[in-house]
Every structure is written in C-alpha cells, then in structure tokens.
C-alpha cells in the first residue's frame, strides 16, 4: 500500500519518480541562532591580523592570546554583549584566560585556549566581511 501524496506533490511524483518543477517551489528555510554563554559572548570582535596573533598565541601559551584580546574591548572592540559595561566584558574575558591557565596542567584549558582561538578568528572573519565596503561599478 503506497502512502498518499503530500501536499504541494503530484500524483506522478509519488510513484517513485520525483517530479522536476514541484521540489524548487516548495522549500522550506530554517534558520538557526547559536546561543551563546556569558563567557563566549564576550569574545571580541578584532581585526584579522590580531585574531591570528591571538589564536597562535593561545596555541603555545594557553590563556596568553585570551588575556591579550581583552585589552582590545578596552580598545573598543564590539562584542555579543551590547548590554554590558565595557569593564565587566573586559573582567570576563581575563576570567576566560585564567580558567585556560589554571586548567592547561590537565589539557582542558589548553585545548579550550585553541579552541577560543579559532573563535576569535572566526568572528574576525565575519567582522572583516560586513566591515568591508560594497564595490561601487563605474
């Protein structure tokens, strides 16, 4: 017993053939938001050449480039907490550094130091891309 067609699908599409024109004009977008902690939301949004630095530093020294990236909200650097006084993301981001280097000893901070790393430079990526000017065509 073959199931009934869906909504929006032919009756020849059903039969185990798709249909060419149904597929396109019925999709559907889902769009996902990451929620983030008070921790990672703190990270800065820096210029590219800096996140680099930061993540390669994070690398060998854990909590080195974390605790350098929090100068840079003194600096001005924006972040996911708008809400939040410029000093309270600062102390958030130095909590950050020393959670990665109190906990280097046992590999955790270490890798969460890389791992805070790439965010960093991530979010420098996508900073770098909507900071950019759109070309103008003469």
């Not at 960093?120 to 900073?127: C, D, N, P, T």
Request: net charge neutral.
């Amino acid at each position: 017993m073959e199931p009934l067609p869906k909504d929006g699908e032919s009756a020849a599409g059903a039969g185990g053939e798709p249909s060419r024109g149904a597929a396109s004009s019925s999709g559907v977008v889902v769009q996902v938001r990451e929620k983030k902690g008070p921790l990672r939301a703190a990270i800065p949004y820096m210029p590219f050449p800096v996140a680099v630095i930061c993540l390669f530093l994070n690398t060998f020294v854990p909590g080195l480039g974390t605790f350098i990236s929090a100068f840079t909200v003194l600096c001005g650097a924006r972040t996911d907490l708008p809400d939040r006084h410029m000093c309270c993301v600062f102390w958030l981001n130095i909590a950050a550094a020393l959670i990665q280097i109190l906990t280097a000893i046992v590999m955790v901070g270490w890798i969460m130091s890389i791992f805070w790393g790439m965010d960093m430079v991530i979010l420098a990526s996508k900073y770098s891309a909507l900071s950019l000017p759109a070309p103008t065509s003469l």
